[in-house]
Nanobody, 117 residues
Framework: QVQLVESGGGSVQAGGSLRLSCAFY????????INWYRQAPGEQRELVAV???????RYTDSVKGRFTISRDNSKSTVYLQMNNLEPEDTAVYYC???????????WGQGTQVIVFS
């Protein structure tokens, strides 16, 4: 049973930075694509960034050049470095793991990010 634990959320002024972490437990990290999603109040959940087991990455357009996703396979952890934050980045951020062998999915509990102007 895969368990994902997010950390690193908080409140920051616009232009500031935060680094989110997603620790992966209970499965084979190397077989999982890790995704960061976010959900703002009243909005649908949005895919923000993706990293494959081979560390290929992609981003939604609104965060390109500001956010960086990375993975440390030795720690079974994925990071989302968020720079130059904007109030529009305010949301609950969720880590998602998808095992490419059987498409099984797991979700973390979410971490709140608030960006104030």
């Amino acid at each position: 049973q895969v368990q994902l634990v997010e950390s690193g959320g908080g409140s920051v002024q616009a232009g500031g930075s935060l680094r989110l972490s997603c620790a992966f437990y209970g499965g084979l990290f190397g077989f999982n694509v890790i995704n960061w999603y976010r959900q703002a109040p009243g909005e649908q959940r949005e895919l923000v960034a993706v990293i494959t087991p081979g560390s290929s990455t992609r981003y939604t357009d609104s965060v390109k050049g500001r956010f960086t996703i990375s993975r440390d396979n030795s720690k079974s952890t994925v990071y989302l470095q968020m720079n130059n934050l904007e109030p529009e980045d305010t949301a609950v951020y969720y880590c998602n793991a998808k095992d490419f062998r059987d498409n099984s999915e797991s979700w973390g509990q979410g971490t709140q990010v608030i960006v104030f102007s």
